[in-house]
């Protein structure tokens, strides 16, 4: 099994530009869920979904889209990415209504915007 | 609603000296509790997770935390560090009902001196 699986890496857009963050997991998981961290703020939910065709939001969800077309996939947009969504990504995803089992965590997407 | 607030944005200690990361609370539903480990560039890793059972919880590499339901606390110890256990240190609660939410705190920096 390969876990969670982020890509890309790293990445710089410019101010206005769009993109997507690609997030896989091959372990059956129903809920996936996309985070960002920032200095001294932890990990902030963005956006989740308990299943395929069925997304909600998190705490800061403003600036991005997901969709969730399959179970293994969920993909979050930046629509028109801004220098305050500079930060660290991180997709996570667990057995639903787990809610006492652990999160797997993806290795993170670093985003510059410019 | 519920929040988490670690004390020590950073904490400093001689390699083989204890631990302590402090981890503070609120939550209106029962909650689940989990720490999580990061090491720089990586992914989060869980430490250890308090559900219900035990208020003493014993996690990997020697790390252990007690709930303290009177001081709404769940605070990190471990008797003797390690040079590896250099890294950021998440506390997380979730809801034990409807914990699609889950909250971290800001994160503590745990830096261990030779």
């Known amino acids: 099994n390969a876990g969670v699986t982020q890509t890309p890496k790293f990445q710089v857009l410019k101010t206005g530009q769009s993109m997507t963050l690609q997030c896989a997991q091959d372990?059956?998981?129903?809920?996936m869920s996309w985070y960002r961290q920032d200095p001294g703020m932890g990990l902030r939910l963005i956006h989740y979904?308990?299943?395929?065709?069925?997304?909600d939001q998190g705490e800061v969800p403003n600036g991005y889209n997901v969709s969730r077309s399959t179970t293994e996939d969920f993909p979050l947009r930046l629509l028109s990415a801004a220098p305050s969504q500079t930060s660290v990504y991180f997709c996570?995803?667990?057995?639903?209504?787990?809610?006492?089992?652990?999160?797997?965590f993806g290795s993170g997407t670093q985003l510059s915007v410019l | 609603a519920q929040s988490v607030t670690q004390l020590d944005s950073h904490v400093s200690v001689s390699e083989g000296t204890p631990v302590l990361l402090r981890c503070n609370y609120s939550?209106?539903?029962?909650?689940?509790l989990f720490w999580y480990v990061q090491h720089p560039n990586k992914g989060l890793q869980l430490l250890l997770k308090?559900?219900?059972?035990?208020?003493l919880v014993k996690g990997i590499n020697g790390f252990e935390a007690e709930f303290k339901k009177s001081e709404t606390s769940f605070h990190l110890t471990k008797p003797s560090a390690h040079m590896s256990d250099a890294a950021e240190y998440f506390c997380?609660?979730?809801?034990?009902?409807?914990?699609?939410?889950?909250?971290f705190g800001g994160g503590t920096r745990l830096m261990v001196k030779p």
């Open positions: 996570a995803s667990r057995a639903r209504d787990r809610f006492n089992e652990k999160l797997f």
């Open positions: 372990m059956n998981h129903e809920y």
């Open positions: 979904s308990v299943g395929a065709g069925i997304t």
């Open positions: 939550s209106s539903y029962s909650p689940s």
């Open positions: 308090y559900t219900s059972a035990a208020t």
């Open positions: 997380v609660v979730s809801p034990t009902i409807a914990g699609n939410m889950l909250t």
